[in-house]
C-alpha cells in the first residue's frame, strides 16, 4: 500500500529529569486518516501530541508533519496545523466571535478573509446565535464547539484534538464525533487522542495503544481485534475466592489462549468457544466452583488494550503525567 | 514586519477587551488601593510627620513620589497574573501553536501594563494636584516621571511573567507576589525619607531600585530640573542594569517554559 505520508515520528523521545515520558517512539500517519494515539492519562499521548504541534522539543529522535521537521521549520508546521487543546481553552471574557478574530490575526488573515471563514465555522458548529455573547455564558458542549472552530480557523492541513470528548454529555459527544467524520471526509488528516476505547473504536481508522511512554501496538480497530485471535468468554462465579485457583487451572490448556482475573470472574480468551467451553465448565465442576452467568463475546477494543498493556484503561497507574 | 504588528495589535486588543468586559474591576483598576495610600495616609500624617525631615511642605507632597512609584510596583508585579491564568487554562498553548512569533505574547503584555500603569500615574498625580502637589517640573516632568515609571515597570513585569512560567500553581505565585510587595515598600523611601530611616533599614533599601526610582521622582515633583537632573540620569543608568536583569531572567524562563 503506498500511501502519502503526513505525520512521520521517528524514534521520538522525550524525558523530564529523570522520567521518560515518552520512549523512542516510531510511527506514522497517512494523510486523509484519523489516526489515535490511546492510551491511559500519563501514557506520554500529550506530550507526543504537544510535540507534533512544535510546543515541545524532542530530547531525542524527530518528527515531521506534512515533510517539515516540527523543531526546524516549526513555523512551516505551525501554519499547517489546527490544535484542539485538552482543557476548555477559553477566555471567559471574549465572544465567540472575538475568539477567532483574534486567531485570524495571528494566522494573518485579512478582515475580509477572516470574517467569511468565521461565518462559515459559526454556521459549521452551530453558534451563530451566541457568537457575540462573552464565552462565559457557554455550556460545556458550546465551549467545546467554540474550540473545534479555533482549531479549524487556519484551514490546516492536519487537525491535532487533545481528548476531544473529555467530560461531554452524550449528546455533546455523538455531535461532535460527526464533525470529526465530516472533516475527515473533506480530506483533512485528523490525530487525536483519547482515553476513551469506544471513541478510538468508532472514529480511528488506525490507532496506536500507547502505555508507559512506548506504543504497544497499532493498527486499525478491526485488525487489532483480529489479531487478538480468539473470542473472550466471561464468567462470573458465585464464590469469588475460588476465582484464582481456577484461573491456575485453566491457564495453559490446550484450547485456552489467555485467563485474566475480574473482580468477579475470569476473563477467557479462547482458540474456539466450542472447544473450550468443555473444558472450562468441566474444570470449574471439578473446583466446585458456582458460575452465575457466562457470557461470550468477539473481542472489544478493550480486550485488545488489557492483552497489550496487562491493565484496564479505567485502572489507574501510579505515575501522572506532568509536563 | 507587518505581521508581528498585526500580531501584536490584536494580542494587546484582547487585554483592553477583557478590562473593558470587567466593569467593576476597571474601576478598581484605576481608582486604585494606591490611592488610598494618598488620600489617607499622606493626610493622615500631615501632623505626625516632621517637614524638616521629609524636606518638603507637608507630607502628602512627600508621599505623592512614593505612591507613584508604588503603583508601578503593584501593576509590575501582578503583571504576569493574566499570563498565568492562560498557562494554566490551556489558551497559552493555543495562542503558541500559531505561527506568531514566540515574543508576540510577551510584548503585548508589556505594552498593556505599561498602558494601565501610565494612566494610574497620570491619575495619582492628577489626585495630588487636587490636595495642593504641584509638579515643580511642569509638564514635561510629568512625562519625566511617566518614563522613570515604564523604566522600573518594565523589569518588574519580565520579573512577574518569569514567576508566572516557572511557578507550579497560581498559589505559590500569589504567596511570592505577597511576600515580596510589602518590604519592596517599606525598604525604600516611599514612606520615609532614608536618613530618618534606622540604620540598618536604610542600608538594606539602598539596594532597593524602589529607592533610586523614587529619589528621582521626588525631586521632580518638590523642587526642580537642577535638583532632580542628577538623580534622574541615575535612575536611568540603574533601570537600565535593573531591566536588563530582569528580561534576562524573564526570557530564560520563558525559554524554559516553551520548550
Known amino acids: ?323 | 514586519m507587518a505581521h508581528y504588528w498585526q500580531e501584536i495589535s490584536a494580542l494587546t486588543m484582547r487585554w483592553v477587551r477583557r478590562l473593558s468586559r470587567e466593569k467593576f474591576s476597571m474601576l478598581f483598576t484605576l481608582v486604585q488601593p494606591m490611592l488610598f495610600w494618598l488620600i489617607f495616609f499622606g493626610n493622615l500624617f500631615q501632623r505626625a510627620a516632621d517637614t524638616q525631615v521629609m524636606q518638603a511642605p507637608n507630607y502628602i507632597s512627600f508621599l505623592a513620589a512614593g505612591v507613584v512609584v508604588m503603583t508601578v510596583l503593584n501593576n509590575g508585579l501582578a503583571g504576569g497574573v493574566d499570563l498565568l491564568f492562560d498557562k494554566e487554562n490551556g489558551f497559552l498553548e493555543r495562542l503558541m501553536s500559531t505561527p506568531i512569533h514566540r515574543t508576540s505574547v510577551i510584548l503585548s503584555r508589556f505594552i498593556f501594563v505599561m498602558g494601565i500603569t501610565s494612566m494610574q500615574v497620570l491619575v495619582i498625580l492628577g489626585v495630588a494636584y487636587l490636595f495642593g502637589v504641584q509638579p515643580a517640573t511642569g509638564i514635561l516632568g510629568v512625562a519625566m516621571i511617566v518614563l522613570i515609571g515604564m523604566m522600573f515597570g518594565i523589569g518588574l513585569t519580565a520579573i512577574s511573567m518569569a514567576m508566572a512560567f516557572s511557578v507550579k500553581s497560581h498559589g505559590d505565585f500569589f504567596s511570592v507576589l505577597g511576600f515580596l510587595s510589602l518590604p519592596m515598600i517599606f525598604l525604600s523611601s516611599a514612606l520615609v525619607p532614608l536618613t530618618a530611616m534606622p540604620g540598618w533599614m536604610s542600608f538594606l533599601a539602598q539596594f532597593n531600585p524602589m529607592t533610586w526610582a523614587i529619589d528621582a521622582v521626588r525631586p521632580l515633583i518638590l523642587s526642580g530640573w537642577t535638583e532632580a537632573l542628577p538623580h534622574v540620569g541615575m535612575v536611568v543608568l540603574v533601570m537600565l542594569v535593573f531591566d536588563a536583569l530582569c528580561l534576562y531572567g524573564g526570557a530564560k524562563a520563558f525559554r524554559r517554559a516553551m520548550g
Open chain 1, 1 to 323: 500500500m503506498d500511501r502519502t505520508i503526513a505525520i512521520d515520528v521517528s524514534h521520538l523521545s522525550k524525558t523530564y529529569d529523570s522520567y521518560r515520558a515518552v520512549d523512542d517512539l516510531s510511527f506514522q500517519v497517512y494523510a486523509g486518516e484519523i489516526f489515535g494515539l490511546l492510551g491511559p492519562n500519563g501514557a506520554g499521548k500529550s506530550t507526543t501530541l504537544r510535540t507534533l504541534i512544535t510546543l515541545l522539543h524532542p530530547t531525542s529522535g524527530a518528527a515531521t508533519v506534512m515533510g517539515y521537521d516540527t523543531v526546524r521549520d516549526a513555523d512551516k508546521v505551525r501554519t499547517l496545523i489546527g490544535y484542539v487543546p485538552q482543557e476548555r481553552a477559553i477566555d471567559r471574557f471574549l465572544t465567540g466571535r472575538e475568539h477567532l478574530q483574534l486567531l485570524g490575526a495571528l494566522y494573518h488573515l485579512t478582515k475580509e478573509e477572516a470574517a467569511k471563514r468565521i461565518a462559515k465555522l459559526l454556521t459549521l458548529v452551530e453558534l451563530e446565535a451566541h457568537a457575540d455573547r462573552p464565552a462565559k455564558t457557554y455550556s460545556g458542549g458550546m465551549k467545546r464547539k467554540l474550540d473545534i472552530a479555533c482549531g479549524l480557523l487556519p484551514d490546516p492541513k492536519v487537525l491535532f484534538l487533545d481528548e476531544p470528548t473529555l467530560g461531554l454529555d452524550v449528546q455533546s459527544r455523538l455531535r461532535i464525533w460527526e464533525y470529526v467524520r465530516m472533516l475527515k471526509a473533506r480530506g483533512m488528516t485528523i490525530v487525536m487522542t483519547t482515553n476513551y476505547l469506544d471513541e478510538a473504536d468508532q472514529l480511528c481508522d488506525r490507532l496506536a495503544i500507547i502505555d508507559g511512554g512506548k506504543i504497544k501496538t497499532l493498527g486499525s480497530p478491526v485488525e487489532l481485534k483480529i489479531a487478538l485471535g480468539g473470542d473472550i468468554v466471561s464468567l462470573t462465579l458465585k464464590e469469588t475466592d475460588r476465582i484464582h485457583s481456577l484461573e491456575s487451572e485453566l491457564k495453559d490448556r490446550p484450547a485456552i489462549k489467555a485467563v485474566r482475573a475480574t473482580t468477579k470472574g475470569l476473563d477467557i480468551r479462547v482458540e474456539s468457544p466450542e472447544k473450550a467451553l468443555p473444558t472450562i465448565l468441566e474444570s470449574a465442576n471439578r473446583l466446585g466452583c458456582n458460575i452465575e452467568f457466562i457470557q461470550y463475546n468477539r473481542p472489544r477494543l478493550d480486550d485488545v488494550f488489557i492483552a497489550h498493556t496487562g491493565r484496564a484503561i479505567t485502572e489507574s497507574i501510579p505515575e501522572s503525567e506532568t509536563a
